[in-house]
């Protein structure tokens, strides 16, 4: 229920944060003001006492952000990949949340996968690890298979994941509503959705059968590209809280001495991190929705290998083609194309000036050409970029949250390989290729292609359809219905209003 009790969880979270210490360490991370500072001091001190306690043993940040619950160690793993932001000390606390958070017990995990599987695990596997990686939904054990002797990982959901998951969105969703209602200037930033679109992601990883799915997607789509590799799911040994695949040796990507000491240069395997998120996204409208340090690794040839495919993000042919175009405006400098594809595109409401948008993207892009990532304060660059979509009206997009979110994260991970990489000349060979191949003629001749090709499916039904919607224009108005048939009938006029609907939008198709 997503009632006034969620105000209890709110008020401990708060609470939790003043009690292990790490409000004062969050707000200093983010640099806050001092009145910011001695407010949050002033309204945590008399809730303190309600707050968890937390593994004392951990960093204040980490040890809040634990016991709180999942959800919040998922939005921990987010900042764990800006050190821009959060500031490097903090950054390296807030990694262990990606892969070494507490495991529960092997005896727990070898009677959930037994449950699962229908079989003992000892007829499964001749080998079964202790748990090698642990993170906020899952645990990964390093197995053996009985009848192949493969060396696989076999994911295990976390036991009542399921039940602390939809307390912490319950308590989300609260405080979403909460905040419309509080502040209806935050509306157009659509809190409500947000979290709603969270929420659907965060389901779907909690089961392991799509995750499998997705990794199968995802490696025939990447099948071709250079230096990437994809981990293959076992099917047979694979089910809703339980999936097993093949096991990928490499080197983590957060531990850059090891990947320079594998004869590996970090910052090539920075490059290739962006390329390969933005020709996922771009060319597939398939990527990687998580790719955080913990999710990827370094092969001993040097590959990047992805895996954890709990959260994919999937993007349509036309807003992937507005995003080249905004990325390629920015890195050619264009602010009056990129102001003009935002207004076609519907981001910016029509009433707003396309000029003065122009102008103010202009002071988003100039600073960060020319300059070393290192010299550029990413805080101060996101509170100006809020600043903007706050003075032009600009609301959140929920279908472009994942692949902005992914944005950030991959950019995080590129960076700390590569301190000084400089994103948009990455980007530009990528955007300009998509560009190429889906903007020009040769384009526009395949999208005709395609829109005659769906038009021809109704070709044979069309003559019938049109004749039933211009049949049902003539005749007179029928005689009320009985009282007694009111419902059924009342379905029926919806179902021939759709009809009619459909034949309209056929006739203006063609």
Not at 271 to 287: P, S, T
Request: proline content about 7%; charged content about 25%; hydrophobic content about 45%.
């Amino acid at each position: 229920m997503r009632g006034p009790h969620n105000l209890w969880r709110l008020i401990r979270t708060g609470a939790t944060f003043e009690r292990t210490g790490a409000m004062n360490v969050a707000l200093e991370a983010m640099d806050a003001p001092p009145s910011l500072r001695l407010a949050a001091r002033i309204l945590g001190w008399p809730f303190k006492w309600l707050g968890y306690q937390g593994d004392p043993n951990l960093p204040p940040i980490t040890r809040a952000i634990t016991a709180l619950g999942p959800a919040y160690i998922k939005f921990g793993q987010v900042l764990s990949t800006r050190p821009d932001v959060v500031g490097p000390e903090l950054a390296d606390q807030l990694r262990m949340l990606q892969d070494r958070l507490p495991p529960f017990s092997l005896s727990v995990a070898k009677a959930s996968v037994a449950a699962e599987l229908g079989r003992p695990v000892d007829a499964l596997f001749m080998e079964f690890s202790e748990p090698v990686a642990a993170a906020s939904i899952a645990q990964v054990h390093r197995a053996r298979r009985a009848d192949t002797g493969e060396e696989v990982a076999v994911k295990v959901l976390r036991p009542g994941i399921e039940k602390a998951f939809r307390k912490d969105l319950d308590a989300f969703h609260f405080a979403a509503h909460l905040i419309e209602f509080l502040s209806p200037a935050s509306r157009r930033l659509r809190p409500t959705d947000v979290i709603a679109h969270f929420e659907g992601v965060v389901l779907g990883e909690l089961d392991l059968r799509l995750e499998a799915s997705s990794a199968s997607e995802f490696a025939a789509n990447t099948r071709n590209d250079t230096g990437f590799a994809v981990p293959t799911p076992h099917w047979g040994l694979s089910g809703k809280r339980v999936m097993t695949m093949s096991w990928a040796e490499g080197v983590a990507m957060g531990d850059v001495p090891a990947i320079r000491a594998a004869g590996h240069d970090p910052a090539v395997i920075g490059e290739r991190v962006l390329q390969l998120f933005l020709n996922h996204a771009l060319r597939d409208g398939y990527f990687h929705g998580d790719m955080h340090h913990g999710n990827l690794k370094v092969a001993p040839n040097g590959d990047v290998i992805a895996y954890d495919f709990g959260i994919m993000g999937q993007i349509d042919e036309y807003t992937r083609r507005v995003y080249a175009e905004i990325l390629m405006g920015f890195i050619a400098k264009d602010y009056r194309s990129v102001a003009e594809v935002h207004f076609e595109a519907g981001y910016v409401p029509r009433d707003r000036d396309v000029d003065e948008f122009a102008r103010a993207l202009r002071a988003v892009g100039e600073p960060i050409f020319g300059m070393d990532a290192s010299q550029i304060s990413m805080a101060r660059l996101l509170a100006y970029l809020f600043e903007v979509t706050e003075r032009f009206g600009m609301e959140t997009r929920t279908e472009l949250i994942l692949l902005q979110r992914t944005m950030v994260v991959v950019e995080g991970v590129a960076r700390s390989l590569h301190p000084s990489i400089n994103i948009w000349e990455v980007a530009r060979p990528v955007v300009e290729t998509y560009i190429r191949q889906n903007l020009g003629p040769r384009a526009m001749i395949r999208d005709l292609g395609r829109t005659a090709r769906v038009l021809g499916r109704f070709g044979p039904r069309l003559p019938q359809m049109v004749e039933a919607m211009l049949e049902r224009q003539h005749t007179p108005p029928a005689p009320p219905p009985p009282a007694r048939s009111f419902g059924r009938d009342l379905g029926m006029m919806g179902l021939g209003a759709a009809c009619v609907a459909l034949g309209v939008a056929l006739v203006r198709l063609l």
